[in-house]
């Protein structure tokens, strides 16, 4: 793994001492700050739905270096060959036709772990921009329905502008709370619920995460995705597959949610699952005087040391 690079002035970024607690009682300390203040890699992921993989390298590779994912064929790290060494792949020709997007490797995870399938129904709650729902619709070789959803008008705009470029053909986009899909009598063969969080995975991507950072904030956002993936889950075929997803690294949000749903729902059977390449992180097992149920250690935690990506945190559940 790369010996990753510190963001300028990373030393002198005040990190509360909450914080610091917390995540010294979680994991290593050290290496997790050291790969939270150092720049996130560029990655892209290559958009089979226009252009094959090979004749995509070919396109970039005479400017840009490209280092294989391990775990997603079509994901490459890129890094510009020139000696301003360029970060701006966005920028690029084959971005705006589409042929790429520029997407984090880890992010590139939950729609693998869906296992997606042409002629499917399936369903992207959390959808904008569009990263994950693109990677879906790719996968399923835009046969079938993805359902790109998300609740405010706000963030249809570049959904839709993604899905639009990247000529997601079978996509529908929509503006609902996601527990109208259930209400509406509408069920899928798979669920994508990548929530909204506090993003603690996110913070050398967003450095002001650290400056936010209030614990008493996490009951509020874990109400809340609790309140999702119920209605994820109701809107579920029997035998279909729901992926739940964060990018946060709190315990409340993560294995805190998958313990309190798989308690309440007897239908609810969590999937273990394995992702090739991928070093996988700790599962939290207690935090703060709770005992999660064993059937945590069935998800995927990722701490950033662990692949040099940004944290994240996955879930596989069957509706049976």
């Known amino acids: 793994m ?165 000529s997601a053909l079978n996509s529908i986009i929509t503006l609902m709370d996601g527990s109208r899909f259930s209400r509406a009598g509408i069920s899928f063969d798979r669920v994508l619920l990548d929530v909204p969080c506090s993003g603690t995975g996110t913070i050398r991507k967003s450095l002001k995460t650290l400056r936010i950072w209030n614990p008493n904030m996490l009951k509020k956002i874990a109400s809340e995705q609790k309140r999702l993936l119920e209605a994820g889950f109701s809107a579920l075929k029997k035998n279909g597959i729901l992926v739940y997803s964060t990018c946060s690294l709190e315990p409340e949000e993560d294995e805190g949610v998958i313990d309190y749903f798989l308690k309440k729902h007897e239908d609810a059977f969590l999937e273990e699952f394995s992702v090739d390449g991928l070093k996988k992180g700790k599962i939290i097992e207690s935090f703060d005087g709770t005992e999660y149920s064993e059937e945590v250690r069935k998800c995927l935690r990722l701490w950033p040391q662990d692949n040099d990506t940004e944290g994240f945190f996955i879930a596989r559940i069957r509706k049976i």
């Open 2 to 166: 790369n010996n990753p690079r510190p963001i300028p002035d990373s030393d002198k970024i005040e990190i509360k001492e909450a914080f610091r607690e917390r995540y010294s009682s979680l994991t290593d300390w050290d290496e997790f700050i050291k790969y939270s203040l150092s720049f996130l890699r560029r990655s892209i992921r290559v958009n089979t739905l226009k252009i094959s993989v090979p004749e995509l390298k070919k396109r970039l590779e005479k400017n840009w270096n490209l280092e294989q994912i391990p775990w997603c064929a079509e994901g490459f790290w890129v890094e510009h060959k020139g000696e301003e060494k360029r970060r701006d792949i966005g920028n690029t020709l084959e971005h705006q036709l589409g042929y790429i997007y520029v997407q984090e490797a880890a992010s590139m995870i939950p729609p693998i772990v869906l296992e997606p399938k042409p002629g499917e129904i399936i369903l992207d709650m959390c959808a904008s921009p569009g990263s994950k729902a693109g990677q879906i619709a790719q996968y399923m070789e835009n046969k079938g329905v993805i359902i790109a959803n998300d609740y405010k008008g706000i963030r249809l705009a570049p959904l839709g502008i993604n899905m639009q470029r990247i």
